[in-house]
């Protein structure tokens, strides 16, 4: 089985939280700011250059204002959607 970063999973993972942060309208410096890291750390989560553990997602996901239950069932529907 391939490395998670290189799975489509990782990939869908990472165009959501993007669009969530999009959509709370913050920049990655903003979010990191939030979070209480540097600006380095949502670029290379966005990028996929970083992994998040369970915990940092859902640290990310109250800086968005986006529940981690909300984001776990629109990860599985995209998911089912590209097959």
Do not use: W
């Not at 089985?1 to 990472?14: D, N, S």
């Not at 209480?36 to 915990?55: A, I, K, N």
């Amino acid at each position: 089985m391939p490395k998670t970063i290189y799975r489509r999973e990782h990939a869908a993972l990472l165009s959501l939280l993007k669009k969530y942060r999009d959509e709370a309208g913050l920049t990655q410096v903003q979010c990191s700011k939030a979070l209480g890291r540097p600006q380095s750390f949502m670029s290379d989560v966005e990028s996929g250059t970083r992994r998040l553990d369970v915990v940092q997602v859902r640290d990310l996901c109250n800086v968005l204002g986006v529940k981690l239950t909300k984001l776990a069932i629109e990860l599985e529907e995209l998911l089912a959607e590209e097959g």
